[in-house]
Antibody, heavy 119, light 109 residues
Framework: EVQLVESGGGLVQPGGSLRLTCAAS????????MSWVRQAPGKGLEWMTN????????YIVDSVKGRFTISRDNAKNSLYLQINNLRADDTAVYYC????????????WGQGTLVTVSS | QTVVTQEPSLTVSPGGTVTLTCASN?????????PSWVQQKPGQAPRTLIY???NKHSWTPARFSGSLLGGKAALTLSSVQPEDEAEYYC?????????FGGGTKLTVL
């Protein structure tokens, strides 16, 4: 069974940093693109960043360039999102999402981890 | 900046048919934007129903179908069930950048 379990969220002060982790299981992690998508409270979905199978390609939304970094450790079946200089508008649930293999798209989503930025 | 537009809300009767659409301010949506449709029910994580225009996952009910319609991506629900009430998001791939639409709140009434 495919599982994506996010962790690392919590309450953090503005200007702080967090590293989110997505633990993957039930599939060969190193064969898949992975992405992070966030959702602010009461708002829609917003794509943040994605990474290819061997981490040689990474793409990120312009609005968070320089503050967000995606990475992965295929040996640990884990995806990461480093978030620096956190701002109040980064408050959101952050979801880990798996890409499809045969055609561009997504399939499995994690349950998300909540990041709250507040003093 | 790419903006993806969806109907903010739609209402459909049980057993009816409804089509949700997804437009891009950059022009006609084509298969090269690999449109996806994501369903989210209150308090739940999203789940992808349709990817690359019209491809379904194993969990996608047969009554859901994706297509291109008049320069837009479209999601059609046939024989709508009460459990289809949810928010539906369109996702387009613009090169290496993904862009979600604002979502359509579908009410089954």
């Amino acid at each position: 069974e495919v599982q994506l379990v996010e962790s690392g969220g919590g309450l953090v002060q503005p200007g702080g940093s967090l590293r989110l982790t997505c633990a993957a299981s039930g599939f060969t992690f190193s064969n898949y693109w992975m992405s992070w998508v966030r959702q602010a409270p009461g708002k829609g979905l917003e794509w943040m960043t994605n990474i290819n199978e061997d981490a040689s390609e990474k793409y990120i939304v312009d609005s968070v360039k320089g503050r967000f970094t995606i990475s992965r450790d295929n040996a640990k079946n884990s995806l990461y999102l480093q978030i620096n200089n956190l701002r109040a508008d980064d408050t959101a649930v952050y979801y880990c999402v798996r890409g499809t293999v045969t055609l561009p798209g997504t399939d499995y989503w994690g349950q998300g981890t909540l990041v709250t930025v507040s003093s | 900046q790419t903006v993806v537009t969806q109907e903010p809300s739609l209402t459909v009767s049980p057993g009816g048919t409804v089509t949700l659409t997804c437009a891009s301010n950059t022009g006609a949506v084509t298969s090269g934007y690999f449109p996806s449709w994501v369903q989210q029910k209150p308090g739940q994580a999203p789940r992808t129903l349709i990817y690359s225009t019209n491809n379904k996952h194993s969990w996608t009910p047969a009554r859901f179908s994706g297509s291109l319609l008049g320069g837009k991506a479209a999601l059609t629900l046939s024989s709508v069930q009460p459990e289809d009430e949810a928010e539906y998001y369109c996702l387009l791939t613009h090169g290496n950048v993904w862009v979600f639409g604002g979502g359509t709140k579908l009410t089954v009434l």
